[in-house]
């Protein structure tokens, strides 16, 4: 009966896995098909959206391939606000890949057309994507200069959606740098807010990443309290279960509460999906760790068996992952392509 079980689950997957590939493969072709009658702006927005979808399945020559001619035609169309968010599109594009320096090189130049055109908004995006690549880069300096820009934007707008999501990033800076107790005080003002606008997901967040300091300073009860409100909030609202309740069941690991440890981690894989593959390798981790404390070697042979095979195919996934961004990164001719185009604009 178990392998009847194990079929069922193993079909269940793989239709749910198809089903998806499909719904993307559609879009795909619906892309091209407009594509094929679109002109001037309507085809720019067309490519950039048809690079998405590709990036989205991982094709990422194809998308490039997209993305650069839509930065083309935007340039022969001469649409400034086209080319921007060609520009913008490819430069998150690079920064996906961490190729850092030719995402800057298109963000810097987005931003440009950004200021000339005196666009709020797009002078915003364009910031946003430079935070990003400068905190990436771990230059914390300048990844809190923009976010600090950014902020200022978004009190000037009264935008409280966007004055939280730069507190959390101010927060994530500071807590990158290793300095918890300004960053604390920064999550703790993202979660006030978060809280005012009934941002559900963002409480979470901002509970989990306060949670977060007071492990790296050792405070272990406070980082379990905050992890379980975080987990509460998400169970309230059925977000990201699994990820939350694999973080309590590490919190209890970590005060040797082995049999709460289990819990939260038998609760964790009942949650997540087939594609979180990587909160299971987790909970398997935890559950190996845990049953070793409980002497059953039995259970901890176990899953010390379905973690190492579950890491070994992450870890496979992750090598040709890098490979394939490697190949695309590097492709000589999209590759000239990009640096022509920097070099142009410099």
């Keep these: 009966m178990q392998w009847i079980k194990i079929f069922i689950i193993c079909t269940m997957v793989l239709f749910a896995?198809?089903?998806?590939?499909?719904?993307?493969?559609?879009?795909?072709?619906?892309?091209?098909?407009?594509?094929?009658?679109?002109t001037d702006t309507v085809k720019v927005n067309t490519l950039i959206h048809l690079g998405e979808s590709f990036a989205n399945q991982n094709k990422n020559e194809k998308a490039l391939s997209s993305y650069l001619e839509a930065l083309k035609l935007?340039?022969?169309i001469q649409d400034?606000?086209?080319?921007?968010?060609?520009l913008l599109a490819i430069g998150?594009?690079?920064?996906q890949l961490s190729k850092h320096e030719l995402a800057m090189g298109f963000a810097i130049n987005a931003k440009k057309i950004a200021d000339r055109q005196g666009v709020k908004e797009n002078i915003y995006n364009s910031l946003d994507l430079l935070a990003l690549i400068t905190f990436n880069e771990q230059h914390f300096d300048q990844s809190i200069e923009f976010t600090r820009s950014m902020l200022k934007m978004a009190e000037a707008w009264?935008?409280?959606q966007k004055i939280m999501e730069q507190k959390m990033a101010f927060g994530d800076d500071y807590r990158a740098m290793g300095k918890p107790e300004k960053s604390l005080e920064i999550y703790?003002?993202?979660l006030a807010i978060a809280k005012e606008i009934g941002d559900k997901q963002q409480i979470c967040n901002?509970?989990?990443n306060i949670g977060l300091i007071y492990q790296k300073t050792g405070q272990f009860e406070k980082k379990l309290t905050y992890f379980l409100k975080a987990y509460n909030e998400a169970v309230k609202d059925t977000i990201n279960i699994g990820f939350f309740a694999q973080?309590?069941?590490d919190a209890y690991l970590a005060l040797n509460n082995y049999d709460m440890a289990l819990l939260y981690a038998k609760k964790s894989l009942e949650s997540i999906k087939s594609g979180y593959k990587d909160i299971a390798a987790q909970n398997y981790f935890v559950l190996k760790k845990t049953y070793v404390a409980k002497r059953n070697y039995k259970e901890a042979y176990n899953y010390l068996s379905k973690y190492t095979a579950l890491n070994d195919s992450l870890n496979s996934i992750g090598v040709q992952n890098k490979m394939n961004l490697l190949q695309t990164g590097y492709n000589d001719e999209k590759q000239a392509r990009a640096m022509k185009f920097l070099q142009k604009q410099a």
Excluded: G, P
């Excluded at 559609?26 to 594509?35: F, G, P, Q, W, Y």
């Excluded at 400034?80 to 060609?86: F, G, I, N, T, V």
């Design 206 to 208: 901002c509970l989990h």
């Design 80 to 86: 400034k606000q086209a080319e921007y968010r060609s």
């Design 92 to 95: 998150y594009f690079y920064e």
């Design 158 to 160: 009264q935008n409280n």
């Design 17 to 38: 896995f198809s089903n998806a590939v499909m719904c993307q493969n559609r879009e795909i072709d619906s892309l091209k098909a407009l594509l094929a009658k679109a």
């Design 74 to 76: 935007s340039e022969t």
């Design 188 to 190: 703790k003002q993202a």
């Design 247 to 249: 973080q309590v069941s």
